[in-house]
């Protein structure tokens, strides 16, 4: 390790330096992870089944080891500390809760494990219990608790020997939607009122959104971008993150000119648009995906309220409440997606009509440059 690299490791909480995974002494699940997590932070890893997330928290926990690179935790190189000795709290999908103890007895026994003292056990498993508004239900065994509630309890399990970071693995996978989502703002909630650092693995673009400080955006063992929520959505780095966070139109087509941080694009559809170009990479020739959200596109813009215009037609209206989900063929791609909210100024739309769709530059990404 190098002086630098230690000087750097310090300034972090939670440091990943050059780590890389592989199972089978060939293929490297995690290639050269480095990212530095501040303390209090609510750092969400997010991506695809298979991406190297689960990985890479558990050679965080020490229940893998790095085959290489380092990994620092408050400035130090735990490689070689056991996972027992990190201090680590750990929620999982499946919560494994001892069935034949009670609640009470399930966030003991972490802290009957460090030996300490049963007057100082009984106060915080009761303040650990309160935190996730299960203060009555010590007595009660796993079984006699809902999905939900046993999951707050393994939570609770997690929090009750004061961790300074506390890893959560898919934690709500196993519960319905609508519980779902209370406990996203429940976890979010104990997040902000206890000011630990939280890593937290998920698959679900929208829990990711609503939860955390940054997501790292995994694929391939690769984070591809790291950034906050708005961020990600607002400017993705490449046509992964576009797509994978939020809703996404592609169209493609080639650079046929660049100016300051904006580039003309002709369609492989037909038309010229112009596009915001991502840390200025695009050259004239290059083939390149363009990115724009469904809600940034308007139909029938009046003259002036955008930069770009192309000609589509309406395959399909889906009437959803508050806003009408227009599916349409728009220079080729004919799963173009726009959202015209549902307010009373709008003319009706028709299936089948040949419409004008405009978008601003700024709003339409030319995103992985590639030349051909
Ligand atoms: P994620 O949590 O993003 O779904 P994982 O970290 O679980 O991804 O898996 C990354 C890759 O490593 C996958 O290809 C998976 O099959 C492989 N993998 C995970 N755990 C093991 C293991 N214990 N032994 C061998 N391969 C594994
Ligand atoms: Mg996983």
Known sequence: MSAAGNQRAEEAFVRFDKVQKSYDGEILVVKDLNLDIPKGEFLTMLGPSGSGKTTSLMMLAGFEPATHGDIYLGGESINNVPP????????????????????????????????????????????????????????????????????????????????????????????????????????????????????????????????????????????????????????????????FIGENNRLHGKVSGVSGDECKVELDGGGEIIAKTVNNTATVGERTTLSLRPERVEIEPKKGQTDNTVTGEIKELIYLGDHIRTRMEVAGNDEFIVKVPNSAGNKPLAEGAQVKVGWKAEDCRALDPMAI
């Open 84 to 243: 027992n000795k990190r201090g680590i709290g750990m929620v999982f999908q499946n919560y494994a809760l001892f069935p034949h103890m009670t609640v009470a007895e399930n966030l003991a026994f972490p802290l009957k494990v460090r030996k300490m003292g049963s007057a100082e056990i009984e106060t915080k498993v009761q303040r650990a219990l309160d935190m996730v508004e299960l203060g009555e239900m010590g007595g009660r065994r796993p079984a006699q608790l809902s999905g939900g509630q046993q999951q707050r309890v393994a939570v609770a399990r997690a929090l009750v020997f004061d961790p300074s970071l506390i890893l959560m693995d898919e934690p709500l996978g196993a519960l319905d939607k609508q519980l779902r989502e209370q406990m996203q703002y429940e976890i979010k909630h104990i997040h902000e009122n206890l000011g630990v650092t939280v890593v937290y693995v998920t698959h679900d673009q929208s829990e990711a959104l609503t939860m955390s400080d940054r997501i790292a955006v995994f694929n391939d063992g690769v984070i591809q971008q790291l950034s906050t929520p708005d961020d990600l959505y607002e400017r993705p780095q490449n046509s992964f993150v576009a797509q």
